[in-house]
């Protein structure tokens, strides 16, 4: 009894410390309710909005929050931090990645591990999302609340864990959604707070997850890649870019995923800004030989 107590303890630190020792969990395949118990808490609460009500201000918070880390997510946490594909200064790095974490989905060194770990395996036994291995629902969010997939894999980024203001971010991934979870309420209350961070990062986290669970199946594929990665036109709006994911599977080291012109890529016209502003450089372009094969 005593033991179990520990290991429940143990879990819940791991809300609040995602690097603590001995989080009491073994690293199996299955769901840890204790350690997912605020993610459910996070979609029961954007029932609240019918009891908060709607504004003109709470739906632009909550549609401008969206872009803003939607953007953080696509352009740093998966084309810069998951790929390289452009180069920036180490304070603009940590600018995005503190944006990008405001999306509770977790820190920028665990996103970056997994992703690379997609690539590596796409659609094959060690593919821990995907959905032609183990079925949508666990493709699209259960990986994520089992406790094998819980910890960052360090290997994985060694290019990023020399910087310890990253490490830090990784580690407290908490921190700053919550920081903006009250900044909201005090700025606008309870309807704010719905609107601006449930609503909004629910809809972002669940559009995110689409790559995983639909791009692999739904849509067209321009280039035979040795997976099922799809190329799909509404969750390229949806996720800025992020749709054209056969284009990405060809040549992920391109920032630009929409590889041609009709092909919208809303991530790739944001950092094109950035890189105009001298935030960012080098961006990477498919190579020719790619787009004349098409």
């Not at 429940?8 to 309710?33: C, H, N, P, S, Y």
């Not at 929409?258 to 919208?264: A, C, K, L, M, V």
């Amino acid at each position: 009894m005593v033991e179990t107590v520990k290991k429940k303890l143990g879990r819940l630190i791991l809300w609040f410390d995602a690097g603590a020792a001995g989080g009491g969990a073994e690293l199996t395949d299955r769901v840890d309710w204790v350690r997912v118990l605020p993610f459910i808490g996070m979609h029961l609460a954007c029932a609240a909005v019918f009891w908060v009500g709607w504004s003109s201000a709470a739906l632009a918070a909550a549609f401008g929050l969206y872009a803003i880390r939607m953007f953080a997510i696509t352009g740093f946490y998966h084309r810069y931090f998951s790929h390289r594909t452009f180069k920036t200064s180490r304070v603009a790095q940590f600018v995005f990645a503190l944006i990008g974490a405001s999306s509770v989905q977790r820190g920028p060194l665990w996103w970056a591990a997994h992703h690379r770990k997609h690539h590596r395996h796409s659609d094959g036994e060690n593919d821990v999302h995907s959905p032609h291995q183990h079925g949508f629902w666990w493709s699209h969010m259960g990986w994520i609340t089992s406790p094998r997939n819980f910890p960052t894999d360090f290997d994985e980024v060694r290019d990023l864990s020399r910087y310890s203001e990253l490490r830090f971010l990784d580690r407290f991934d908490i921190i700053v959604p919550f920081v903006l979870a009250v900044g909201l309420f005090l700025i606008g209350g309870a309807q704010l707070l719905v609107w601006g961070f449930f609503v909004s990062t629910i809809a972002l986290f669940h559009c995110t997850c689409f790559i995983n669970s639909l791009a692999h199946q739904f849509g067209t594929q321009r280039y035979d890649t040795g997976d099922q990665s799809r190329n799909n036109f509404l969750l390229a709006l949806l996720t800025f870019g992020e749709g054209w994911h056969n284009n990405h599977h060809k040549f992920p080291g391109s920032t630009r995923q929409g590889f041609f012109w009709w092909e919208i890529d809303l991530t790739f016209y944001g950092l094109r800004a950035l890189e105009a502003l001298g935030v960012i450089k080098d961006l990477r372009q498919p190579p020719k030989r790619i787009l004349g094969s098409a």
